[in-house]
């Protein structure tokens, strides 16, 4: 299985903060790369997918990067309903597998 | 806008098997995959597989000798069976649409159900 490895694990961050967290694949995935945002009690949202497409009605603030083994997720000013935790997921192969997720939380 | 909403027994007994099903709204479960993925507490998303509308299905390897994925087009449904299950299959289990456009994305997710193994 390919295993993938966010960083950090949580972080603190303010209203209008530039946050970015990052994810490792254990080998190339190309760009097939995507990342969720979840809360608790509601249901998961694709953020972006194929590693740096935004998908329809996600805000612009929302960005990802990257290729290979190497992706980031970045929020260019935090907003107060972006407190959540974000996970991203592999899909260059079954079993799709996803990374350990991050928190973001109020500072 | 698709909806999928998960429903079954939130407490399973030890060696039991877990049923939960997922109904699809505001879209056709036709011409599409649906998956299922759980979170144990405190842990990360791991995903339990695939069922192709047609019936074809895909699992994850670690759970394949204990799951049954089905499909229902006629109620527009889906379903999970997990079989034996201990205390580490507590947790909370969402179904999704997985699209593939070259790429397989969750692009619309259940809000989850909490599934306790316990006696």
């Known amino acids: 299985d390919i295993q993938m490895t966010q960083s950090p694990s949580s972080l603190s961050a303010s209203v209008g903060d530039r946050v970015t967290i990052t994810c490792r694949a254990s080998q190339s995935i190309s760009s097939f790369l995507n990342w969720y945002q979840h809360k608790p009690g509601k249901a998961p949202k694709l953020l972006i997918h194929v590693a740096s497409r935004l998908q329809s009605g996600v805000p612009s603030r929302f960005s990802g990067s990257g290729s290979g083994t190497d992706f980031t997720l970045t929020i260019s000013s935090l907003q107060p309903e972006d407190f959540a935790t974000y996970s991203c997921q592999q899909s260059y192969t079954t079993p799709l597998t996803f990374g350990q997720g991050t928190k973001v939380e109020i500072k | 806008q698709v909806q999928l909403q998960e429903s079954g027994p939130g407490l399973v007994k030890p060696s039991e098997t877990l049923s939960l099903t997922c109904t699809v709204s505001?879209?056709?479960?036709?011409?599409?995959?649906w998956s299922w993925i759980r979170q144990p507490p405190g842990k990360g998303l791991e995903w339990i597989g695939y069922i192709y509308y047609s019936g074809s299905t895909n699992y994850n390897p670690s759970l394949k000798s204990r799951v049954t994925m089905s499909v229902d087009t006629s109620k527009n449904q889906f379903s999970v069976e997990l079989s034996s299950v201990t205390a580490a299959d507590t947790a909370v289990y969402y179904c999704?649409?997985?699209?593939?456009?070259?790429?397989?994305?969750?692009?619309?997710w259940g809000q989850g159900t909490l599934v306790t193994v316990s006696s």
């Open positions: 999704a649409r997985l699209t593939y456009t070259g790429n397989y994305q969750l692009d619309f």
């Open positions: 505001g879209g056709s479960i036709s011409s599409y995959y």
